[in-house]
């Protein structure tokens, strides 16, 4: 089993910057990734990252303002966040899934608990 842990949410105004960081345990050599779940609206891929860290993918609406990255030795990966804007907030969601392209469905992912951010104006 794949237990997965968040980290680093919090307040934060527009244009702001916030790092959230997930690490897991119970197995390694996970694709990895974030998703994120506003009020009132369904959950959505943010982006994820391979196994080897050397590919990544993101939403259209993140690309240029946040970045994934993964330290293997840690089994800890992590979303730098820029230029945040209200449309943001939301509860950011780690997952973790065994093959990359399911992990961009989330289908099968693993869950983490999830961590709130919010981006005040």
Not at 7 to 13: A, D, K
Not at 33 to 44: D, H, I, L, N, S
Not at 63 to 86: C, H, Q, V, W
Request: net charge positive.
């Amino acid at each position: 089993q794949v237990h997965l842990v968040e980290s680093g949410g919090g307040l934060v105004q527009a244009g702001g910057s916030l790092r959230l960081s997930c690490t897991a345990s119970g197995r390694g050599s996970l694709a990895m990734g974030w998703f994120r779940q506003a009020p009132g609206k369904e959950r959505e891929f943010v982006g994820a990252i391979t196994r080897d860290g050397l590919s990544t993918d993101y939403q259209e609406s993140v690309k240029g303002r946040f970045a994934i990255s993964r330290d293997n030795a840690k089994n800890t990966i992590y979303l730098e966040m820029s230029r945040l804007i209200p449309e943001d907030t939301a509860v950011y969601y780690c997952a973790a899934d065994v093959r990359y392209m399911s992990m961009l469905t989330g289908r099968n992912a693993y869950w983490g608990q999830g961590t709130q951010v919010t981006v005040s104006s």
